[in-house]
């Protein structure tokens, strides 16, 4: 059955192998551990990646209950596995936001140094943006954010989903935020909200900050395209363990 389900994997039938990949885990299957990893890179393909975190963890806690009492060959085997696992939770935090977390997951690993560096630079990306939001640096912000999603393949990251949506729009034209309404007040020289005639106005309806299609939508990878010039896009390859 795993075999089937690695075969389903590799001709992009990511939900027919995740099916396929459960049904083994219900069964005494062997490797474990290596079927919780490879059901991961299933829930990744899928857009799913808080359930391949999941997955992750289930593999790294059946490899340390296995360590102890394992042979000198079944010791080696998880040894490797345990790093290749390490690689892949970090890789599910890191879509989801969750860099600190997925740094303390590599630790110092040296086989996953190249790893920890780009996790650095994401760290770094992650920390300019949420600065240059903070100050009301929208333009500096979006291109903070879209790197982000488009080098570092951060994208199930729902305030950074929002936070790019709202940059979108306030660094588009000018603008004040009011806050006790919760949209936006356009502003624009040598006009007034109120007639020199002095008669009332219609009413407009408020506009929305982020355009709630656009915050919920979710992101499809494969139709992104880097826009960075200085950092190469990162092209992650989910490999079956």
């Known amino acids: 059955m795993r075999d089937a389900a690695t075969s389903a994997y590799k001709r992009g039938l990511y ?42 963890r289930k593999a790294s806690s059946v490899i340390e209950e296995q360590l102890p009492n394992a042979d000198d060959d079944e010791r080696k085997r998880l040894v490797s596995q345990r790093s290749k696992v390490a690689a892949r939770l970090s890789s599910s935090l890191q879509r989801l936001g ?89 502003k624009f020289r040598g006009r007034s909200d109120t007639p020199r005639n002095g008669s009332k106005s219609k009413k407009r309806p408020p506009t929305s900050i982020i355009p709630e299609d656009d915050a919920r939508r979710p992101l499809k990878r494969d139709a992104r395209r880097s826009t960075s010039r200085s950092t190469p896009m990162v092209v992650e390859k989910l490999y079956l363990l």
Not at 148 to 164: C, F, M
């Open 15 to 56: 939900k027919e192998a995740l099916s396929l990949y459960t049904k083994c885990l219900a069964t005494d299957c062997a490797e474990a551990d290596a079927v919780l990893a490879n059901r991961a890179a299933c829930w990744l393909m899928v857009d799913q990646a808080e359930r391949a975190v999941e997955d992750c």
């Open 98 to 186: 969750r860099v600190d977390e997925a740094l303390s997951v590599i630790g110092d690993d040296p086989s996953l140094k190249e790893k920890r560096n780009q996790l650095e630079q994401c760290q770094a990306t992650q920390r300019s943006a949420a600065e240059a939001y903070a100050g009301e640096e929208y333009s500096r912000a979006k291109r903070c954010f879209v790197k982000l999603r488009d080098d570092y393949n951060v994208t199930d990251d729902a305030d950074a989903r929002v936070k790019l949506a709202a940059c979108h729009v306030r660094s588009r034209r000018p603008h004040a935020v009011d806050a006790t309404r919760g949209h936006l007040t356009m």
